[in-house]
């Protein structure tokens, strides 16, 4: 069993919808998370980038399986509040997804962002908000709450 300093940020939420459809979602990253965006995050080896003010995140797509599993690497980030501007690095963002009774699960997991880390209170306050909010919405009501610029980012903090 892992100790807390080493779990991993995770949140999961449940959704009546195609997995064809969530993962049109996910790759559409301005309409559920940043909409300074640059990039594609459609297929295999895409990169994008995504700004919220001076703070910016690049990725690159390292795993694909269609209707399962995304997994985006952060190769680069520049987040100013923090000691360590490029805490990010290295880690990766996880979206999995499973059919179930109820719905479609889909669970997210930012692997790396673990508790004993400096960022791991204001960004899981980020990401539960991009997740179970944003990203519920765009795929539930076909409108989501992305950050249109660093407003919503420093709010979240």
């Known amino acids: ?3 807390e300093k080493e779990q991993n940020y995770h949140s999961a939420i449940v959704v009546n919808s195609s ?4 993962f049109e979602k996910i ?5 559920w998370w940043a909409q300074n965006f640059e990039g594609s995050a459609k297929k295999l080896g895409d990169k994008f980038t995504v700004r919220f003010g001076e703070t910016w995140v690049t990725f690159e797509i390292s795993e ?3 209707g399962k599993k995304v997994a985006w690497d952060v190769i680069d980030c520049y987040l100013p509040w ?4 490029t805490e990010w690095t290295g880690t990766t963002v ?7 009774d109820r719905g479609v699960v889909i669970n997210m997991t930012h692997v790396g962002l673990v508790p004993s880390v400096e960022c791991y209170d204001n960004c899981e306050k980020g990401w539960d908000r991009y997740i179970k909010e944003s990203l519920f919405k765009f795929i539930t009501e076909g409108k989501g709450i992305p950050a ?3 407003r919503q980012q420093e709010e979240a903090r």
């Open 27 to 31: 790759s559409d990253v301005p309409g």
């Open 148 to 150: 249109l610029d660093g």
């Open 1 to 3: 069993m892992k100790t």
């Open 64 to 66: 694909l399986i269609p």
């Open 94 to 100: 996880v979206f999995e997804v499973a059919e179930k």
């Open 19 to 22: 997995v064809n459809e969530i």
């Open 82 to 85: 923090l000691n360590d501007k």
